[in-house]
């Protein structure tokens, strides 16, 4: 564990501290999660403080199409031809609305104009193309 300014590794609650900021350092990418394990299944989103690693984690026993009608059914998106999630942009902001303060809705605006110059977003920019990770 690397060490850091005014802090001795053998110190526990400099340690922690340690382990802290460099979980802070690294982030942790914002999730629409699909929870299967639900009933009926719920979206959410969770962890939205890094807006740069957005994705869909699926959690549970799931298909595609499955997932496209929970997205559906939530009014949170769809899936694409290709099984990537179409998440809408509204809904993300619905879903973090009292969680997150104004320097998050600069960070996720940044992310909506690279995901743009990727060409993630739809043709109208109401939907942002993410991955989805099964498990």
Same mark, same amino acid.
């Given at each position: 564990?690397? *060490?850091?300014?005014?802090?001795?590794?053998? *110190?526990?609650?400099? %340690?922690?501290?340690?382990?802290?900021?460099?979980?802070?350092?690294?982030?942790?990418?914002?999730?629409? %999660?699909?929870?299967?394990?639900?009933?009926?299944?719920?979206?959410?989103?969770?962890?939205?403080?890094?807006?740069?690693?957005?994705?869909? +984690?699926? *959690?549970?026993? #799931? &298909? +595609?199409? #499955?997932? &496209?009608? +929970?997205?559906?059914?939530?009014?949170?998106?769809?899936? @694409?031809?290709?099984?990537?999630?179409?998440?809408? %942009?509204?809904? %993300?902001?619905?879903?973090?609305?009292?969680?997150?303060?104004?320097?998050?809705?600069?960070?996720? #605006? +940044?992310?909506? @104009?690279?995901? *743009?110059?990727?060409?993630?977003?739809?043709? &109208?920019?109401?939907?942002?193309?993410?991955?989805?990770?099964?498990?």
């Amino acid at each position: 564990m690397p *060490r850091r300014e005014g802090c001795v590794e053998k *110190r526990e609650g400099c %340690v922690q501290k340690i382990e802290k900021i460099e979980k802070i350092e690294r982030g942790v990418p914002v999730q629409v %999660v699909v929870d299967f394990e639900a009933d009926p299944a719920t979206v959410a989103v969770e962890e939205p403080s890094d807006c740069g690693r957005f994705h869909v +984690a699926v *959690r549970g026993r #799931a &298909d +595609a199409g #499955a997932l &496209d009608e +929970a997205l559906r059914t939530n009014d949170a998106g769809v899936v @694409d031809g290709d099984g990537e999630a179409m998440v809408r %942009v509204d809904a %993300v902001r619905h879903l973090v609305a009292g969680s997150v303060d104004e320097a998050w809705e600069a960070a996720f #605006a +940044a992310m909506l @104009d690279y995901a *743009r110059s990727k060409g993630w977003l739809s043709e &109208d920019g109401a939907s942002i193309r993410a991955h989805v990770e099964w498990g």
